[in-house]
Structure formats: structure tokens, C-alpha cells
């Protein structure tokens, strides 16, 4: 995942920073517990698309 493109994409729900999981190949917003889908290096960032995860998962992934 480019560097550069992490640092200007966020949460399309609240806007927020997101996380990036190099093992999943997810991004993670931790505020909203979403986690949005890299497919073939291009980050699936919608909504509907995204996976909820509760604060326990969240707290997994950290």
C-alpha cells in the first residue's frame, strides 16, 4: 500500500484517520470499528462494504 495514499485517505462514514493491516490487507477505521477491503491494492472504501468488528476485534487487530 503506497504510504503516501494512506495519508490522504479516510473513513468515507466519519471522516477519521484509518489503519492499515499489511496481514489482512484491510484499512481500519478504530472510531466507527469498520474495516474496509484492499482488493489487488486498491482500498474498497464503502460503506456497505465495510465490515463491522466489535471492540474486540478491534483491540485484536492493534
Known amino acids: ?3 503516501t495514499l494512506l495519508e490522504i485517505i479516510v473513513c ?3 471522516h477519521g ?3 492499515y493491516l499489511k496481514d489482512s490487507q484491510r484499512l481500519l477505521c ?3 470499528r469498520l474495516s474496509y477491503l484492499i482488493d489487488d491494492g ?3 472504501l464503502l460503506a456497505d462494504k465495510a465490515e463491522s468488528l466489535t471492540a474486540e476485534q478491534v483491540d485484536d487487530l492493534s
Request: charged share 35%; glycine share 0%.
Open 1 to 3: 500500500m503506497d504510504k
Open 12 to 14: 468515507p462514514v466519519c
Open 17 to 19: 484517520k484509518l489503519s
Open 30 to 32: 478504530r472510531f466507527d
Open 42 to 44: 486498491i482500498p474498497v
